[in-house]
T-cell receptor, first 111, second 114 residues
Framework: KQEVTQIPAALSVPEGENLVLNCSFT??????LQWFRQDPGKGLTSLLL?????REQTSGRLNASLDKSSGRSTLYIAASQPGDSATYLC??????????FGKGTRLSVIA | EPEVTQTPSHQVTQMGQEVILRCVPI?????FYWYRQILGQKVEFLVS????????KSEIFDDQFSVERPDGSNFTLKIRSTKLEDSAMYFC????????????FGEGSWLTVV
């Protein structure tokens, strides 16, 4: 059974800092991995999707990497801003089976 | 950008009452899902739906839950007799054909059972 773990559970950084969020999964037989953002009481916004054959994806200040063999992904946020404050969720997808989510990392960027 | 829409955004219901949560998936998508998130916990899979039938369901999705696609655009989750522990945010999601596509989520429906 696939398990997804995210560390740290919470992170507080000053504005402008670069940061890395970590995600690990137990079963490396995945099709892709998605990173989501969730604001308090809100829905899930898809940030990046990495296919299993890819090593990384970039969107603006975000860069996600995937190392399938070691069961790890990282989300790198450059030059963090207060508007980046949210919970970041990692989820893995194996074919047409359901997405399995981690518990998320709650990020606070302090102005 | 196309989006998944859900109604209601928030519903308060008495224990034992029936609730229907509604979703309009993205129009050309073929896979539909319901997930839920109890406050402070992980997002959990409930059910997936493809080709007008349930393709997979979790152990949470017991006999009190049902899903339906009553027409070409809506996708509903019915909870027959709500319990206090059903209080959660319920998310609808949809995906186009193919394993490499992004799954898009709606804004969620907050269900509070009192």
């Amino acid at each position: 059974k696939q398990e997804v773990t995210q560390i740290p559970a919470a992170l507080s950084v000053p504005e402008g800092e670069n940061l890395v969020l970590n995600c690990s999964f137990t079963d490396s037989a995945i099709y892709n991995l998605q990173w989501f953002r969730q604001d308090p009481g809100k829905g899930l916004t898809s940030l990046l999707l990495i296919q299993s054959s890819q090593r990384e994806q970039t969107s603006g200040r975000l860069n996600a990497s995937l190392d399938k063999s070691s069961g790890r992904s990282t989300l790198y946020i450059a030059a963090s801003q207060p508007g980046d404050s949210a919970t970041y969720l990692c989820a893995v997808y194996s074919g047409n089976t359901p997405l399995v989510f981690g518990k998320g990392t709650r990020l606070s960027v302090i102005a | 950008e196309p989006e998944v829409t859900q109604t209601p955004s928030h519903q308060v219901t008495q224990m034992g009452q029936e609730v229907i949560l509604r979703c309009v998936p993205i129009s050309n998508h073929l896979y539909f899902y319901w997930y839920r998130q109890i406050l402070g916990q992980k997002v959990e899979f409930l059910v997936s739906f493809y080709n007008n039938e349930i393709s997979e369901k979790s152990e949470i999705f017991d006999d009190q839950f049902s899903v339906e696609r009553p027409d070409g655009s809506n996708f509903t989750l019915k909870i027959r007799s709500t319990k206090l522990e059903d209080s959660a945010m319920y998310f609808c999601a949809s995906k186009a054909q193919g394993p490499g596509n992004t799954i898009y989520f709606g804004e969620g429906s907050w269900l509070t059972v009192v």
